[in-house]
């Protein structure tokens, strides 16, 4: 695996780690709970440079989801439909590690992280993303079930997390995909507060299997 894309594949495993511990930041009303909340947005620089309209996947609001959001990410390289309600948290621009995080007011954070266009094998992919969570304190819980979205195929996981928490260690679960599409690779990754291993649930299940990788 290239150097760039083993940085950016480390960058997002102990990402992963940093959210579960600091928490998620949202202009939604949160509770009081600094171990998993932020109130303060962390974007690294304005959020027109960060998402673009995709009006090809926006969706009206059927009770009870809400309107969806068409966005073109990374210059054009990954599309999602995404609920309105959700808040830029942090985003980063840096060549072949671009991501962007979002907060819900449901209490849980997806994030999309770009890899390097070329990485090697597949299976060094997922074993490199597999070793890094690990080394980052990760358990996995399922690893490398087949998945596919609109244009591309992945891997799902479910990852178990304890991080330092001001009163004692918090367990947060969250559900990874790493995601293949013609010309690049995409870790989508939705970190939870609380145990939820069963599913992503219909809110989420728009925004993961309408993603587009390019």
């Known amino acids: 695996m290239r150097r760039s894309a083993?940085?950016?594949?480390?960058?997002?495993?102990?990402?992963?780690?940093?959210v579960a511990a600091t928490g998620c930041g949202s202009h939604a009303k949160a509770p009081n709970d600094h171990v998993f909340y932020q109130n303060a947005d962390q974007v690294a620089g304005p959020v027109q440079a960060t998402e673009w309209a995709y009006p090809q996947l926006d969706a009206p609001a059927i009770a009870p989801l809400p309107p969806y959001d068409g966005i073109s990410l990374f210059d054009g390289a990954v599309h999602i439909s995404r609920p309105q309600p959700w808040v830029i948290r942090r985003a980063g621009s840096m060549p072949n590690r671009r991501y962007v995080e979002y907060a819900s007011p449901h209490a849980y954070l997806f994030s999309v992280y770009e890899f390097a266009d070329s990485v090697g094998s597949w299976d060094e992919v997922l074993d490199e993303y597999e070793d890094e969570a690990t080394k980052a304190g990760a358990e996995i819980l399922s690893k490398r079930v087949p998945m596919a979205t609109t244009n591309a195929q992945g891997a799902a996981y479910v990852m178990k997390r304890a991080v330092p928490g001001a009163k004692g260690p918090v367990v947060n679960y969250s559900h990874e995909y790493v995601l293949r599409g013609a010309h690049r690779i995409v870790l989508a990754q939705i970190v939870h507060h609380s145990d939820m291993i069963d599913?992503?649930?219909?809110?989420?299940?728009?925004?993961?299997?309408t993603l587009e990788v390019y």
């Open 6 to 18: 083993r940085s950016a594949l480390l960058f997002a495993v102990t990402s992963a780690l940093a």
């Open 199 to 209: 599913g992503v649930g219909p809110e989420l299940r728009r925004v993961v299997e």
